[in-house]
């Protein structure tokens, strides 16, 4: 794949890159080592001034970052400003938590038999992380905040087609002040992965991606025996029991399945309902999708813009002909519209069987599956009842269902009564195929550092 920026509202060539020789590749793998024996002896003081930095740069140039990402990948010029502005809620978190969290843990030393006994937090070296094209920000930062302020070096290999806002990261920590090679991006194709992943330089990887991305760099890096920590796929459950607020279940719901036009890992998908409120969740969904307005993706009335990319909307739509030919119906939307650009509706698919392929893969688009169930038992059934487990969401006024699905659901995070979405104070990531480790959080920033014990006699 081409590096370049496709504008994926006019499907126009924007602007193409040269992607790295090997020679200019292992120079930057390099400058990172070189880096990172300096910059591990910083402080945190010194590493929080920097990351503080680069928060109010993000502030001070959302608008401008936002009109690239809208550019590059499609998302509302709206919701990239607000993903600009989180990346530097997050900066701000780990410059004034990090020493918290990777303070000293005292161990008993009588226990142990010493006269002092601890564990240190102490970072790895250069990292690399492989992210995608869906929070181009966002989910590069979910990493770079925390790897820095542990004193680890980042090397960014992005995707393909979102190169500008790869390169603002480099260029956003440099302006803050961080030391040269510190954070890197590589502009490379994914042929190459393989090969900074086996270079001794780099001690630990990051993936947001494919579950089958993430198996390709969970197996070179096993082999090298380097740490990994992959965030992949989603097939979110939205379940919806009798006593939920329903209007309220309805309008998120809504938000929950288009946000960033329906491309996001942890965006509900299937949609379970108790059959005794299926049929009145199903008439104001319906109508609540319908009344999305598909557009420009710079213009603030918009609700949804294009898919980011022409293959993306090619796989949705040939997921909703498939159910459609096995039986399914096909309640809203369901066709591409005419005209340039990757567009494609907000659309809703009931009747879904295990035969049809939506079961059990991921919809990366503005597709709702709705699902009819008679009790708890068969919605719990039903939620688990995939090979994902990433977020989930459970709508229910009633304690002892709450307690249930957050005891019972085989996923990284159960919100109830609200939007499964990330915060730099809980950890993120999921179970099964939806990958291991965690970002965010003092689980996050721990991830790619050695758990030294130390003991002195």
Request: aromatic share 8%.
């Given at each position: 794949?081409?590096i370049?920026?496709v504008?994926?509202a006019?499907?126009e060539?924007?602007?193409?890159?040269?992607p790295?020789?090997v020679?200019?590749?292992?120079?930057?793998?390099?400058?990172?080592?070189g880096?990172f024996?300096?910059?591990?002896?910083t402080?945190?003081?010194?590493?929080?001034?920097?990351?503080?930095?680069a928060?109010?740069i993000?502030?001070q140039?959302a608008?401008?970052i936002?009109?690239?990402?809208?550019?590059e990948?499609?998302?509302?010029?709206?919701a990239a400003?607000?993903?600009?502005q989180?990346?530097?809620?997050a900066?701000?978190?780990?410059?004034?938590h990090?020493?918290?969290?990777?303070?000293d843990?005292?161990?008993?030393p009588?226990?142990v038999?010493a006269?002092?006994?601890?564990a240190?937090?102490?970072?790895?070296?250069?990292?690399?992380?492989?992210?995608p094209?869906?929070?181009?920000?966002w989910?590069?930062?979910r990493?770079?905040?925390?790897?820095?302020?542990?004193?680890n070096?980042?090397?960014?290999?992005h995707?393909?087609n979102?190169?500008?806002?790869?390169?603002?990261?480099?260029?956003l920590f440099?302006?803050?002040?961080?030391?040269?090679g510190?954070?890197?991006?590589l502009?490379?194709g994914s042929?190459?992965?393989?090969r900074?992943?086996?270079?001794?330089r780099?001690?630990?990887?990051?993936?947001t991606?494919?579950?089958?991305?993430?198996?390709?760099?969970?197996r070179v890096?096993?082999?090298?025996?380097k740490k990994?920590?992959?965030?992949?796929?989603?097939?979110?459950?939205?379940v919806?029991l009798?006593?939920?607020?329903?209007?309220k279940?309805v309008e998120?719901?809504v938000?929950?399945?288009?946000?960033n036009?329906?491309?996001s890992?942890?965006a509900?998908?299937?949609?379970?309902v108790?059959?005794?409120?299926?049929?009145?969740?199903?008439?104001?969904?319906?109508?609540?999708?319908a009344?999305?307005?598909?557009?420009?993706?710079?213009?603030?009335?918009?609700?949804l813009?294009?898919?980011?990319?022409?293959q993306?909307?090619?796989?949705?739509?040939?997921l909703?002909?498939?159910?459609?030919a096995q039986?399914?119906?096909?309640?809203?939307?369901g066709?591409q519209?005419?005209?340039?650009?990757w567009?494609y509706?907000a659309?809703?698919?009931?009747?879904i069987t295990p035969k049809?392929r939506?079961y059990?893969?991921?919809v990366?688009?503005?597709?709702a599956?709705?699902y009819?169930?008679?009790?708890?038992?068969?919605?719990l059934?039903?939620?688990?009842?995939?090979?994902?487990?990433?977020g989930?969401?459970?709508?229910?006024?009633?304690?002892?269902?709450?307690?249930?699905f957050?005891?019972?659901?085989?996923a990284?995070?159960?919100?109830?009564n609200?939007?499964?979405t990330?915060?730099?104070e809980?950890p993120?990531g999921?179970?099964?195929?939806?990958?291991?480790?965690r970002?965010l959080s003092?689980h996050?920033?721990?991830?790619?550092?050695?758990?030294k014990?130390?003991?002195?006699?």
């Amino acid at each position: 794949m081409a590096i370049a920026t496709v504008n994926p509202a006019t499907g126009e060539t924007v602007k193409t890159f040269e992607p790295l020789s090997v020679e200019e590749l292992d120079a930057k793998l390099e400058r990172a080592a070189g880096a990172f024996q300096t910059y591990r002896l910083t402080t945190f003081a010194e590493r929080a001034r920097w990351m503080r930095a680069a928060a109010d740069i993000l502030d001070q140039e959302a608008d401008a970052i936002a009109t690239v990402m809208t550019t590059e990948m499609g998302k509302t010029r709206q919701a990239a400003r607000a993903e600009a502005q989180k990346c530097a809620k997050a900066c701000r978190f780990y410059a004034e938590h990090a020493e918290a969290f990777l303070a000293d843990e005292p161990a008993d030393p009588g226990a142990v038999g010493a006269q002092k006994a601890f564990a240190r937090y102490q970072p790895l070296g250069p990292v690399l992380a492989v992210m995608p094209w869906n929070f181009p920000l966002w989910q590069a930062m979910r990493f770079a905040a925390p790897a820095l302020m542990a004193g680890n070096v980042g090397l960014l290999k992005h995707a393909s087609n979102v190169p500008q806002t790869a390169l603002f990261m480099e260029d956003l920590f440099s302006r803050a002040g961080f030391p040269d090679g510190v954070f890197q991006t590589l502009l490379i194709g994914s042929d190459l992965v393989e090969r900074v992943l086996r270079d001794r330089r780099v001690v630990a990887a990051t993936l947001t991606g494919s579950t089958p991305a993430g198996q390709a760099v969970a197996r070179v890096s096993g082999e090298e025996i380097k740490k990994t920590v992959l965030e992949l796929g989603g097939s979110d459950p939205f379940v919806v029991l009798p006593s939920a607020d329903l209007e309220k279940a309805v309008e998120v719901g809504v938000v929950a399945r288009c946000q960033n036009n329906g491309q996001s890992c942890i965006a509900a998908k299937r949609f379970i309902v108790h059959e005794a409120v299926a049929d009145e969740f199903e008439r104001r969904f319906v109508e609540k999708m319908a009344g999305l307005r598909l557009g420009d993706p710079m213009d603030d009335a918009t609700d949804l813009g294009p898919l980011a990319t022409e293959q993306g909307r090619n796989d949705v739509e040939e997921l909703v002909a498939d159910a459609a030919a096995q039986g399914a119906t096909v309640l809203l939307g369901g066709q591409q519209p005419d005209g340039p650009g990757w567009y494609y509706p907000a659309t809703v698919v009931t009747g879904i069987t295990p035969k049809m392929r939506m079961y059990a893969e991921e919809v990366f688009g503005p597709v709702a599956q709705l699902y009819r169930v008679p009790d708890v038992d068969a919605a719990l059934e039903l939620a688990n009842a995939t090979d994902f487990g990433l977020g989930s969401n459970v709508w229910t006024n009633d304690p002892v269902e709450q307690d249930r699905f957050i005891r019972d659901l085989a996923a990284g995070a159960v919100f109830v009564n609200g939007m499964t979405t990330s915060f730099p104070e809980l950890p993120f990531g999921g179970v099964k195929t939806s990958g291991y480790g965690r970002e965010l959080s003092a689980h996050g920033i721990r991830e790619f550092c050695n758990v030294k014990a130390i003991w002195v006699g």
